[in-house]
């Protein structure tokens, strides 16, 4: 039996890209409030600098005193480019695939393999791409910048611009492995540090490494913040076992959320590694206004549009391989990155 193998128009290929569930995602869904397209390689944002002045003081005979002026701030930055890309070879749709019975007459066809198997390749590219920008997310709001290198890609550092004492590291006896170090000082502390900041904003929500978790939950300031029969005390913690997820809720301190998240990926040169630190603790607010950003996709069967991606499929006839391809130029850019703060605080 002959088997036809004709390329998928980029509808349809979109249509199996949708129906393809995203990966958890714990930096992207606390963080990112927009989304953009540019149709040009860069990202060009404007930030209004808005003071805090006092409207002047006059008597009601004088003239009207002017204070207004419009100041703003200008950046740009070029989003980086993914560009996944797998075979699918016709023979691997004559052969039997994992879970298809072996003596049931009603086993899949060639033509419905191939479909499955780029069904499969296009889950793959989408699981890379999305795990791709939730480290891009958690990259900005933790260190203030994303520093972009791969086998294909020269060494490029993307800085938000974070003010330098928003990257604090603890060292002694401040360590929060103490039980007796001052952790609600300590975040109070940068609380403030965070609220005054320019492009800063409050904190709602306190996210801590693996590693810190322990600790935390020890320590006799947070314990204090969890006796009801202190005055001014408010709190609600899970001191007890937890539900073992990637990313989960420990309750809550004064007015702030606490979060653990211990999600990782895989390194090019083998082993993994945390999104988020294990001995650090990040600080973010409502207003970081994290923008997830696209450029335009240099092909042109995209006809140059930004799209989030733009998978492709084509044939080589001699040797038949049919190639499945995914294309994306994201960047997750804080608008406010002083609205975060990262902790160190394990030595």
Request: charge should be negative; glycine fraction near 8%.
């Amino acid at each position: 039996m002959s088997i036809e193998i004709s390329p998928l128009d980029t509808n349809t290929l979109l249509g199996f890209y949708r129906e393809v569930p995203a990966p958890s995602n714990y930096f992207r869904n606390l963080l990112v409030s927009s989304v953009i397209n540019s149709e040009d390689e860069f990202i060009d944002f404007e930030k209004l600098v808005e003071g805090r002045k006092l409207a002047p003081l006059v008597v009601p005979t004088a003239q009207g005193v002017p204070m207004y002026s419009e100041a703003s701030r200008m950046s740009r930055v070029k989003p980086a480019y993914l560009k996944p890309k797998d075979p699918v070879s016709p023979g691997r749709a004559i052969k039997r695939r994992p879970g298809e019975g072996m003596f049931s007459p009603n086993s899949m066809s060639p033509r419905g393999r191939f479909m499955a198997i780029i069904g499969d390749i296009l889950r793959t590219h989408r699981s890379a791409i999305e795990r791709r920008l939730e480290w891009m997310c958690a990259e900005a709001a933790i260190h203030g910048k994303v520093t972009l290198a791969g086998e294909n890609y020269p060494t490029t550092v993307v800085d938000f611009g974070r003010n330098a004492d928003h990257t604090v590291v603890l060292t002694g006896v401040a360590t929060w492995d103490n039980v007796d170090a001052d952790i609600v000082g300590d975040l109070n502390t940068w609380i403030e540090r965070v609220r005054r900041a320019e492009f800063g904003g409050p904190v709602n929500r306190v996210t801590l490494g693996k590693d810190v978790v322990d600790p935390f939950l020890r320590n006799k300031s947070v314990r204090e913040h969890l006796d009801t029969q202190i005055r001014g005390t408010n709190g609600e913690l899970n001191i007890g076992i937890r539900t073992g997820e990637y990313s989960e809720r420990l309750g809550r301190l004064g007015n702030l959320e606490i979060w653990t998240t211990s999600d990782f990926y895989e390194l090019p040169q083998g082993g993994t590694k945390e999104f988020m630190p294990a001995k650090g603790v990040l600080l973010t607010g409502p207003n970081i206004n994290m923008v997830e950003a696209y450029g335009a996709i240099l092909d042109d069967k995209a006809n140059f549009n930004a799209l989030p991606v733009f998978p492709k499929q084509w044939t080589n006839d001699d040797p038949a391989v049919t190639f499945v391809m995914t294309q994306s130029s994201p960047i997750e850019v804080p608008v406010n990155p002083n609205n975060t703060l990262f902790a160190t605080v394990l030595a």
